[in-house]
């Protein structure tokens, strides 16, 4: 499956931003998809994921709250509203797509998609 995270942008702290992940390739009702971010010198870090039906959700401690994650099969697309953002959201945001259940390890999923960059001022 091929994945393209979109939606990034520059937003002052406080403010919203919704990410999108659109896949195509395989049947995206069969895949988990997670989203994850990388801050400049930080290692990848979970912050939130769905199941393929999107009845179960799961989120990093610093998401909660503020971010939500939904997915809209017959668009192939995963979405995460942002809310309350903050400068220490500032990262690159990638979304992830696996078969199995979802894992808040990076390594535990097949598929990425090349990011999308967050920046929140302050």
């Known amino acids: 499956v091929q994945l393209q995270a979109s939606g990034g942008g520059l937003v002052q702290a406080g403010g919203s931003l919704t990410l999108s992940c659109a896949a195509s390739?395989?049947?995206?009702?069969?895949?988990?998809i997670g989203w994850f971010r990388q801050a400049p010198g930080k290692e990848r870090d979970f912050v939130a994921a769905t199941t393929w039906s999107g009845l179960t959700t799961y989120y990093a401690d610093s998401a909660k709250g503020r971010f939500t994650i939904s997915r809209d099969n017959a668009k192939n697309t995963v979405y995460l509203k942002m809310s309350s953002l903050k400068p220490e959201d500032t990262a690159v945001y990638y979304c992830?797509?696996?078969?199995?259940?979802?894992?808040?390890?990076?390594?535990?999923?097949?598929?990425w998609g090349q990011g999308t960059l967050v920046t929140v001022s302050s």
């Open positions: 390739g395989h049947t995206f009702s069969n895949y988990a």
């Open positions: 992830a797509a696996d078969e199995g259940s979802p894992s808040r390890w990076p390594i535990e999923w097949d598929y």
